[in-house]
């Protein structure tokens, strides 16, 4: 972007070929037309097309509502141009916040926010980048209602230091995982192919309020690729570990373990199975040694009348022929087969 302070373009705005003129803060701004450079992910035409579905929303707010908008953009700061602030208008701020709310899933919001609340800024300890692994280690947890953005590049030459340009919003808005952000899955979806060993990634994130769309600063991280990693994935049993040749007896299932602790998050539907009063899980593969043991967690159900019966459960955790098994076992209270059990266990 090139400011002229020359008289000969005072008052001069509109476009020709691939230059456009306008006026700002009493400044005339020459700008080239920016043109894709490659094919558009999905994810970038959706969001394309949501910010004209949202450009256009603005002319169906009332009056009020748009000076709600104005009053909040006089406080917002807009880009930083020539060293100083850009105006930003209510829509330009209307527009960007709902493209921000609509990536994380929220509804239009058509009512100016009360204020701009400060947005923390993220912190995490490493990024680990291999061909099958994608992570950001050690992330401080934020509550809702912030949920972190990751934009990535795809793989650059280890000798470029600016590839900031280069990086796609990877995830539009997710919760931290005890502090892992894995975003394995979502980068090869998004970009299309591995990360290159030897090459570099940039790196971008920050944490967006999903209640208003107001965003806070990027953190900015280039890493190099490597072909294999120490890091320690954390330990999940899902309905997606099942082994589908064995039977078992849940319809939902989620188990976290905790890192470098005997502890486990139980979270699952419960089934039951013959006239034994316990469901068993089946995975595709073996947990580590270190959390092989015995947990504790809560259940409950309701009867036939509706109430909600409280109970208790063990979960017996084995490994056997290269592949693990989970059996939840009613300790107490009323038995039902139908029943969801959940909690925080240590594992012993």
Not at 33 to 56: E, F, H, N
Not at 239 to 252: F, I
Request: proline share 4%; net charge negative.
């Amino acid at each position: 972007m090139i400011a002229l302070p020359s008289i000969a373009f005072e008052g001069f705005s509109g476009s020709a070929k691939g230059v456009t003129a306008r006026r700002v803060g009493g400044r005339n701004i020459l700008s080239c037309k920016c043109w894709p450079t490659g094919a558009a992910t999905v994810a970038q035409v959706a969001r394309r097309a949501s910010l004209k579905k949202i450009s256009k929303s603005w002319k169906l707010l009332s009056s009020e509502q748009m000076q709600e908008w104005d009053r909040l953009a006089e406080h917002a700061a807009g880009a930083s141009v020539l060293g100083k602030k850009a105006e930003l208008t209510g829509q330009n701020l209307y527009v960007r916040l709902n493209v921000n709310r609509a990536m994380a899933g929220e509804a239009l919001l058509s009512t100016a926010p009360l204020s701009n609340v400060a947005i923390p800024n993220v912190e995490f300890t490493q990024v680990v980048i291999t061909p099958d692994l994608v992570v950001l280690g050690g992330v401080k947890h934020e509550p809702a209602p912030l949920k972190l953005v990751v934009k990535m590049s795809v793989s650059q030459s280890a000798g470029i230091s600016n590839g900031w340009s280069k990086t796609v919003i990877i995830t539009p808005g997710m919760e931290d995982d005890w502090g892992e952000a894995d975003v394995t899955h979502l980068y090869l979806k998004t970009i299309g192919v591995e990360p290159v060993p030897g090459e570099k990634v940039f790196v971008e994130a920050y944490w967006m309020d999903t209640s208003t769309g107001f965003a806070g600063l990027e953190a900015r991280e280039s890493v190099i690729v490597t072909g294999e990693s120490h890091y320690q994935r954390r330990v999940k049993a899902t309905m997606d570990n099942l082994d589908p040749t064995e039977e078992s007896h849940v319809s939902s299932l989620d188990v976290d373990f905790s890192t470098g602790a005997p502890v486990a998050q139980f979270n699952a539907q419960c089934l039951g199975h013959s006239n034994v009063a316990s469901s068993e899980v089946y995975l595709d593969q073996q947990l580590p040694s270190e959390i092989i043991g015995t947990g504790m967690c809560l259940g409950r159900s309701n009867d036939a009348d509706g109430h909600i019966n409280a109970q208790s459960y063990l979960v017996y955790m084995y490994n056997r022929n290269g592949k693990s098994q989970l059996t939840f076992a009613h300790r107490g209270g009323p038995y039902y087969t139908h029943t969801e059990v959940f909690g925080t266990g240590i594992i012993y």
